[in-house]
Structures are given as C-alpha cells and as structure tokens.
C-alpha cells in the first residue's frame, strides 16, 4: 500500500533545530506534486506549516518564516522540513501529505505524523 512515512522527531531544547524526513513508500512523487507539512498542537486548529508547489514555490506560515525550510528530493523519494531556532510553540505533530499522481489519478496521501517537542 502505497503510503508517506514521517520520521526525524523527537524532543528538543528552544533555540534548537530538527530535520523532519517524509519518505514515499510504493509511490513515487515527482516536481509536479505538490507536497506540505502541516502540524497539529493539543486543543489548537491544524495548520499548514509550509508548503513546495509543482513550480517550486513554497509557501510558509508567518510563524515560521525565516526560521524552516521545506525541500524535496524526487530522486529519494523523500520531503524534508528544516526547522531551526525552534520554540515552545512549535511544539505539535507534524504531519507530510501530498497531491501525487499514481499513474491513474492524482491523489491526497498523508503521513501517519511525527511528534516534536520543544521543551527545557
């Protein structure tokens, strides 16, 4: 079954940095898939972190601008987010999903998430 696995999670000190993994499994994504991560907090509403168009263009929440980076490597299959100067508040389950074409249809596939901690 074809599916997105998140990895790279974990418990971190405030200024910290991480490097979330999101890695397609039985499915291929190619630069005409759009791919995000967004992220889910305790008793908060689930929000797009960032995001990479089939273009290239990527998209950040005003809450992380300047502080994460999302890429791609089509040739591993493979999303990554690159969260520095990590805080409190970005403390939440993340989650990668994408639009990606099966080779019939274009389908909405999500990770199961990854928990990240920021905490002293």
């Known amino acids: 079954q074809a599916q997105l696995v998140e990895s790279g999670g974990g418990l971190v000190q405030p200024g910290g940095s991480l490097r979330l993994s999101c890695a397609a499994s039985?499915?291929?994504?190619?630069?005409?898939?759009?791919m995000a991560w967004s992220r889910q907090a305790p008793g908060k509403q689930h929000e797009l972190v960032a995001s990479?168009?089939?273009?290239?263009?990527?998209y950040y929440a005003d809450s992380v601008k300047g502080r994460f980076t999302i890429s791609r490597d089509n040739a591993k299959n493979t999303l990554y987010l690159q969260m520095n100067g990590l805080k409190p508040e970005d403390s939440a389950v993340y989650s990668c999903?994408?639009?990606?074409?099966?080779?019939?249809?274009?389908?909405?596939?999500w990770g199961q998430g990854t928990q990240v901690t920021v905490s002293t």
């Open positions: 999903y994408g639009d990606i074409f099966d080779g019939s249809a274009r389908k909405r596939y």
């Open positions: 039985r499915i291929s994504f190619s630069r005409d898939d759009f």
């Open positions: 990479i168009s089939p273009g290239g263009v990527t």
